[in-house]
């Protein structure tokens, strides 16, 4: 089975200095101070004991944050290792479950890890999600939302409009992106007992690098995916990523803070993106999904390359082949990438 196994591939992380990484999402702002300090102060002989394997002051900090309860909350090694038990824990089922044609690479992977039959759901010509596709027998549902790579964004009611209308499949929203501009469907848990909406630190609390996720949905998803959980690794959060994390939550003043710059710096990017003759997909996200009508994706891929600024560029599917998935940097990155693709242009 393992040889017939196609695995998901990262953004690259090149060891070169002076490089313009607009190539994995990542926040361009370093994490809050006040999560520095906390994963310091786990720098002390109490390493040599191991960490509290359910992470449960930190799931009371998500739970706080969210306003919901602490059954209700499951943490995890970054968002991607929450998704992988989501699959196996609520996904497997005799239907095919339904996902966009272009969406997370990350989920086919799981679906060819887990053995969980699938089918994909084309966006529009416009690449948004269309609820009333998904109004088909299925296995379960998820979406990542905002979309990546497009960035496109659906919105609560189209959520809401979603779960009625699938009431009996398990439908997981990832949100990986959505404190970037987007209204999280978090408060439909109450009323809607087969939503999961998963999240990460990784990107709007600038921590890619501690590796924290978290799921919120009523008790009864959440015990299923502990006992995944603790059929696989008891300690999925060492000290440093539960102390860090929840030093993040608590600050959120802070994560506020970045995500509006990276907001601002969004606005200023696709205006000058425009003016070079791209079209740029309506984006909530951290990255903009980008083409233009004169020059291939690749090529401009690889030309950025040469003058070290590194976007991401998907060769499949055809669709989305003339387009550059490009993060959102400081100001001055996303200066230096503007600068480049004016000479290109
Ligand atoms: C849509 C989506 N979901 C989940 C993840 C995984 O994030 P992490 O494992 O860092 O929490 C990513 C990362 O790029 C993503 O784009």
Redesign the pocket.
Known sequence: MVHGLTPYVPGEQPKLANLVKLN??ENPYGPSPKVIEAVRAEAADTLRLYPDPNSDRLRAGVAAYHGVAFGQVFVGN???EV?AHAFMALLKHEQPILFPDIS?SFYPVYCGLYEIAHRTIPLTEQFEIRVDDYFVPNGGIIF?NPN?PTGRLLARAEIERLLAGNPDSVVVV?E?YIDFGGESAVPLVARHPQLLVIR?L?KSHAL?GL?V?YAIGQPHLIEALVRVKDSFNSYPLDRFAQAGALASIEDHAYFESICAKVVATRTRLVAAMQALGFDVLPSAANFIFARHPAHEGAALAAALRERNIIVRHFRSPERIAPFLRITVGTDAQCDALVGALRALC
């Open positions: 994995t999402n970054g968002s991607d998704l997370y990542p990546a990832d990986a990460t990784s890619a590796r996720g």
